[in-house]
């Protein structure tokens, strides 16, 4: 049977992608090489008692539009619960959603940041509904551009400058600069600053010190609606099953356990794909969801690319870091409700950060912990992909061992709890999870891969050097994070060049 589009991989971003083209008229399909849909959205069934845990991501939203242009069943996810960050010796830094009530948290440690903390909340929010609109905006393809792929650029232009003098500056200035740098422009307290350059470095392999810090904080800030997690009810696995009930609504299907081994290409231009198990599927339009890496040099291959084209995409820079670990306790654990995390300094943050530089595992790890019953989900950095000197069922047991250390020390007790602990490494990710160097972006969140050089400079627009071959993952423009940005946009693109 022939599609109209063939979209390779149902993580959020190809489900968003597929419901818009659906949505359009186009006949769809969704090939997914794991037996399950969601791609890093699912809530699964590990094994040995660890039942609907949310594997991967602990909280998720997509961008309300697309909820609203898709009529997704979802329910609004929950206030924002209390960031609370554990300090040395025992000390803790709750930061609650409320402000006032943040303030008077602070103010403990300084009475002058308790006073900024209402207007740099003001500040973020603003920062990050630009970042959305930036998201949303198609980027130009540098250097070549018709003026009319211009007018949009422009409009976001006109929208920074009505963010007023001051914040646009700030803005600006914030992409470049360090988290530490950041944080310092507003606060004097090093335990706050600790507390927000922590979002700034979760999920990226940077340090808080590292140029650019800033604008991560900005994307993840936007992405999560602040500091702390807000928990799904159900889990996360019920968005994409939410995406999954309106793609097949709308006449579109999904095909799990169907890996796609290549993307059949004659002449210049995509004509289908080829399965793992041999089956061939012909479509007028192929989209990749996978990595840009993953989807240039494995699924099409290097011999249909211009050689310029084959080394940029091998340059594009994949560097896991994140390990997942699950722990099962006897429910006395002791850790308080909300998103904790370990981040007592920046400093102490950098260390961590210092290990995957040298391909080792952080001594002192940023951990970032949630809990859901007697399970608790601890987000691990860093545990590089790229391990020097060990090989990873090792690591594997050293990264448990000092994430279970680490939150003893600060809940003594949690230890005794401990019952039985899963861990996912980057190896994991990319095994498991088709993510190349076990990256959750699809390519990290660095300044020269963002914009108008996401995934590559002059391939901004989701189209590709093959004809009817897109990308509308997280390594393209508007992508990273959970949002639905990438597949929105890519999907947008491709019926505005079918017409
Ligand atoms: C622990 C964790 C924390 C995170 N925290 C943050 C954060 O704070 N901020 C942030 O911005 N991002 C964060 N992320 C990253 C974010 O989750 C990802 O950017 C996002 O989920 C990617 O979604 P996607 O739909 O683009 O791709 P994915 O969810 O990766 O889906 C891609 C799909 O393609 C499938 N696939 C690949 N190859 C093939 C093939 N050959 N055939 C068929 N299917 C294939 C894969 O199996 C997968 O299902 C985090 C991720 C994790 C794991």
């Given at each position: 049977?022939?599609?109209?589009?063939?979209?390779?991989?149902?993580?959020?971003?190809?489900?968003?992608?597929?419901?818009?083209?659906?949505?359009?008229?186009?006949?769809?399909?969704?090939?997914?090489?794991?037996?399950?849909?969601?791609?890093?959205?699912?809530?699964?069934?590990?094994?040995?008692?660890?039942?609907?845990?949310?594997?991967?991501?602990?909280?998720?939203?997509?961008?309300?539009?697309?909820?609203?242009?898709?009529?997704?069943?979802?329910?609004?996810?929950?206030?924002?619960?209390?960031?609370?960050?554990?300090?040395?010796?025992?000390?803790?830094?709750?930061?609650?959603?409320d402000p006032a009530r943040a303030s008077a948290a602070i103010r403990e440690f300084s009475a002058r940041d308790a006073e900024r903390w209402p207007e740099f909340v003001t500040f973020m929010d603003r920062a990050a509904a630009f970042l959305d609109a930036a998201y949303r905006t198609p980027?130009?393809?540098?250097?070549?551009?018709?003026?009319?792929?211009?007018?949009?650029?422009?409009?976001?232009?006109?929208?920074?400058?009505?963010?007023?003098?001051?914040?646009?500056?700030?803005?600006?200035?914030?992409?470049?600069?360090?988290?530490?740098?950041?944080?310092?422009?507003?606060?004097?307290?090093?335990?706050?600053?600790?507390?927000?350059?922590?979002?700034?470095?979760?999920?990226?392999?940077?340090?808080?010190?590292?140029?650019?810090?800033?604008?991560?904080?900005?994307?993840?800030?936007?992405?999560?609606?602040?500091?702390?997690?807000?928990?799904?009810?159900?889990?996360?696995?019920?968005?994409?099953?939410?995406?999954?009930?309106?793609?097949?609504?709308?006449?579109?299907?999904?095909?799990?356990?169907?890996?796609?081994?290549?993307?059949?290409?004659?002449?210049?231009?995509?004509?289908?794909?080829?399965?793992?198990?041999?089956?061939?599927?012909?479509?007028?339009?192929?989209?990749?969801?996978?990595?840009?890496?993953?989807?240039?040099?494995?699924?099409?291959?290097?011999?249909?690319?211009?050689?310029?084209?084959?080394?940029?995409?091998?340059?594009?820079?994949?560097?896991?870091?994140?390990?997942?670990?699950?722990?099962?306790?006897?429910?006395?654990?002791?850790?308080?409700?909300?998103?904790?995390?370990?981040?007592?300094?920046?400093?102490?943050?950098?260390?961590?950060?210092?290990?995957?530089?040298?391909?080792?595992?952080?001594?002192?790890?940023?951990?970032?912990?949630?809990?859901?019953?007697?399970?608790?989900?601890?987000?691990?950095?860093?545990?590089?992909?790229?391990?020097?000197?060990?090989?990873?069922?090792?690591?594997?047991?050293?990264?448990?061992?000092?994430?279970?250390?680490?939150?003893?020390?600060?809940?003594?007790?949690?230890?005794?709890?401990?019952?039985?602990?899963?861990?996912?490494?980057?190896?994991?990710?990319?095994?498991?999870?088709?993510?190349?160097?076990?990256?959750?972006?699809?390519?990290?969140?660095?300044?020269?891969?963002?914009?108008?050089?996401?995934?590559?400079?002059?391939?901004?627009?989701?189209?590709?050097?093959?004809?009817?071959?897109?990308?509308?993952?997280?390594?393209?423009?508007?992508?990273?994070?959970?949002?639905?940005?990438?597949?929105?946009?890519?999907?947008?693109?491709?019926?505005?060049?079918?017409?």
């Amino acid at each position: 049977m022939a599609y109209d589009v063939i979209i390779i991989g149902a993580g959020h971003n190809g489900l968003v992608a597929a419901n818009y083209l659906a949505k359009a008229g186009k006949k769809v399909l969704v090939l997914e090489r794991r037996n399950i849909p969601g791609g890093q959205l699912v809530s699964e069934s590990l094994g040995d008692g660890f039942n609907n845990v949310d594997t991967l991501h602990a909280s998720a939203q997509l961008r309300p539009d697309i909820v609203a242009d898709l009529g997704l069943r979802i329910e609004a996810p929950r206030a924002g619960s209390a960031y609370t960050c554990l300090l040395d010796g025992g000390k803790r830094l709750t930061l609650d959603a409320d402000p006032a009530r943040a303030s008077a948290a602070i103010r403990e440690f300084s009475a002058r940041d308790a006073e900024r903390w209402p207007e740099f909340v003001t500040f973020m929010d603003r920062a990050a509904a630009f970042l959305d609109a930036a998201y949303r905006t198609p980027m130009p393809r540098l250097p070549h551009f018709a003026l009319r792929e211009g007018l949009p650029l422009a409009g976001l232009l006109w929208k920074l400058r009505r963010l007023g003098g001051r914040d646009m500056f700030r803005v600006v200035r914030a992409m470049s600069m360090s988290a530490e740098e950041f944080t310092g422009d507003w606060f004097e307290s090093e335990a706050l600053r600790a507390a927000v350059s922590a979002l700034a470095i979760h999920g990226v392999t940077l340090g808080p010190m590292s140029a650019g810090t800033g604008y991560t904080l900005m994307h993840n800030w936007l992405n999560r609606g602040g500091l702390a997690h807000r928990p799904v009810a159900g889990g996360v696995g019920t968005i994409t099953a939410a995406l999954v009930e309106a793609l097949i609504a709308r006449g579109g299907e999904v095909r799990t356990s169907a890996e796609v081994r290549n993307v059949v290409v004659e002449h210049q231009r995509a004509r289908g794909v080829c399965l793992a198990s041999g089956e061939e599927i012909t479509a007028d339009c192929v989209i990749s969801a996978a990595d840009p890496r993953r989807t240039f040099l494995q699924l099409v291959g290097a011999a249909e690319l211009p050689p310029e084209f084959v080394w940029q995409a091998q340059s594009i820079k994949l560097r896991g870091c994140v390990a997942k670990v699950h722990i099962a306790t006897d429910g006395r654990h002791g850790l308080p409700d909300g998103t904790l995390a370990v981040a007592p300094s920046i400093r102490y943050l950098e260390r961590a950060y210092d290990a995957a530089k040298y391909g080792e595992i952080s001594a002192q790890p940023y951990l970032e912990v949630t809990m859901s019953g007697n399970i608790v989900s601890i987000h691990f950095q860093f545990a590089p992909y790229a391990l020097r000197q060990a090989d990873w069922e090792a690591a594997r047991a050293v990264v448990a061992q000092r994430a279970i250390d680490t939150l003893d020390a600060q809940y003594p007790g949690f230890k005794a709890s401990v019952q039985r602990t899963q861990v996912i490494t980057a190896r994991d990710l990319e095994s498991n999870y088709g993510l190349s160097e076990g990256d959750l972006n699809h390519g990290q969140l660095i300044l020269d891969q963002i914009f108008f050089m996401r995934p590559l400079p002059g391939w901004s627009k989701h189209a590709t050097p093959i004809d009817g071959l897109y990308l509308c993952g997280s390594g393209v423009h508007g992508g990273g994070g959970i949002s639905g940005a990438s597949g929105r946009n890519a999907a947008r693109s491709i019926v505005g060049d079918s017409r």
